[in-house]
């Protein structure tokens, strides 16, 4: 799954400790960007200020010319009835592996020169179909899927996985992917 997640994270204290792996957490080895772009729909979050109240929300990656990812997060409101989306960009930390892949360790900004942690945790490869992110600390975590719905094994899967690792899993909203607000442009896959 190409990773587009909707992570806005701003962190002002201490900058090298937002681009940490919580404790106990392990990041997803050998990550091809060519795969990780494309249109990621958020199926589960915990809350943060960014993602409020929003549906529909999706996170679409591409490839900067730069060697970093563009990333667009949208999300609709349905009581204001409009889209929110914030334009960032991410980089892969650790230096490319030999066989040109990468750890799944990135790092993410939308504020200008303040970055936040980006980390894979889970993927499924080789086709990319889903992947569950967190932040330096376990208060953010998202998983995201190709399609709108995600089979319930397999959240199910993620969801345990997630609880093991000590994220509060009785706290993940699930977000609301309807038809109503569709904007099929923005869910439209950008890979080749």
């Known amino acids: 799954m190409t990773l587009r997640n909707p992570v806005v994270v701003f962190f002002s204290v201490n900058p090298s400790s937002c681009l940490g792996v919580p404790a106990n957490v392990k990041l997803v080895p050998n990550i091809n960007a060519n795969e990780y772009r494309g249109t990621g729909y958020e199926i589960a979050r915990l809350v943060h200020s960014f993602e409020r109240g ?12 730069d060697g970093g990812i563009k990333v667009l997060n949208r999300g609709f409101n349905p009581e204001t009835k409009k889209w929110k989306q914030a334009e960032g960009k991410a980089y892969f930390i650790d230096a490319r592996h030999a066989d040109g892949t990468y750890s799944g360790k990135l790092k993410v900004s939308f504020f200008g020169p303040f970055y936040g942690a980006y980390n894979i945790i889970e993927l499924d490869k080789p086709y990319y179909n889903y992947v569950m992110l967190c932040g330096p600390d376990k208060s953010y975590f998202w998983i995201l899927s190709r399609t709108p719905q995600l089979p319930y094994p397999i959240k199910q899967h993620l969801i345990a996985k997630a609880k093991e690792l000590g994220f509060a899993t009785d706290k993940l909203i699930y977000v609301t992917q309807s038809a109503e607000a569709a904007d099929y442009e923005a869910g439209r896959h950008v890979r080749h």
């Open 54 to 65: 929003l549906q529909n929300v999706t996170a679409t990656y591409s490839l900067r010319e």
